[in-house]
T-cell receptor, first 115, second 114 residues
Framework: DGGITQSPKYLFRKEGQNVTLSCEQN?????MYWYRQDPGQGLRLIYY???????QKGDIAEGYSVSREKKESFPLTVTSAQKNPTAFYLC??????????????FGDGTRLSIL | AQSVAQPEDQVNVAEGNPLTVKCTYS??????LFWYVQYPNRGLQFLLK??????LVKGSYGFEAEFNKSQTSFHLKKPSALVSDSALYFC????????????FGTGTSLTVIP
């Protein structure tokens, strides 16, 4: 069954620690996105990637890093520089036939909390 | 700048009544518009989109939305609400020609009262 898998579902970070959130898709989509969701603030874009080995900063990239070494994978690292990392993180992908009017497909998220 | 506004944080409606969730947008060119639904601790699920053509678009689960260019609005509607429609709804916009990013509203929490 095609889709996007995010892991883990829940993650706890100690102060000063980097943590990595996994996002894998088997939809053969070129574009992938990371969003942060906070209550009452909607979704804010952290990073996005249009193609393998290329990615761009979104609106709130500070304190985060990504890589795109494979089409299927777009991991997000929350670094110790991100002072307020507690949030729900959503990964999305977009692609397929139909071009730029295709909607995004979302994973079920990772909830990150501070210990 | 591109943006989306959902003016109501919360909408309550009785089961069986029609529902409307409001969305207005701002883009520099032609918009691609989307509605998504989110259930607790889940990702967003695509409901419907407006790209071009007929201003009334139909989507999943009996939802529809009306594009109004003069009012820059894209309100989500359903003729008869179900309790299972209770969820968080997001409107999103993307500039058609050059936009690589999607811009989301802050979400509207819909509660359908039995």
């Amino acid at each position: 069954d095609g889709g996007i898998t995010q892991s883990p579902k829940y993650l706890f970070r100690k102060e000063g620690q980097n943590v990595t959130l996994s996002c894998e898709q088997n939809l053969n989509h070129d574009a992938m996105y990371w969003y942060r969701q906070d209550p009452g603030q909607g979704l804010r874009l952290i990073y996005y990637s249009q193609i393998v080995n290329d990615f761009q900063k979104g609106d709130i990239a500070e304190g985060y890093s990504v890589s795109r070494e494979k089409k299927e994978s777009f991991p997000l690292t929350v670094t110790s520089a991100q002072k307020n990392p507690t949030a729900f993180y959503l990964c999305a992908s977009r692609g397929g036939t139909g071009g730029p009017n295709q909607p995004q497909h979302f994973g079920d998220g990772t909830r990150l909390s501070i210990l | 700048a591109q943006s989306v506004a959902q003016p109501e944080d919360q909408v309550n409606v009785a089961e069986g009544n029609p529902l409307t969730v409001k969305c207005t947008y701002s883009v520099s060119g032609n918009p691609y518009l989307f509605w998504y639904v989110q259930y607790p601790n889940r990702g967003l699920q695509f409901l419907l989109k407006y790209i071009t053509g007929d201003n009334l678009v139909k989507g999943s689960y009996g939802f529809e939305a009306e594009f109004n260019k003069s009012q820059t609005s894209f309100h989500l509607k359903k003729p008869s609400a179900l309790v299972s429609d209770s969820a968080l709804y997001f409107c999103a916009v993307r500039e058609a020609r050059t936009g690589n990013q999607f811009y989301f509203g802050t979400g509207t929490s819909l509660t359908v009262i039995p």
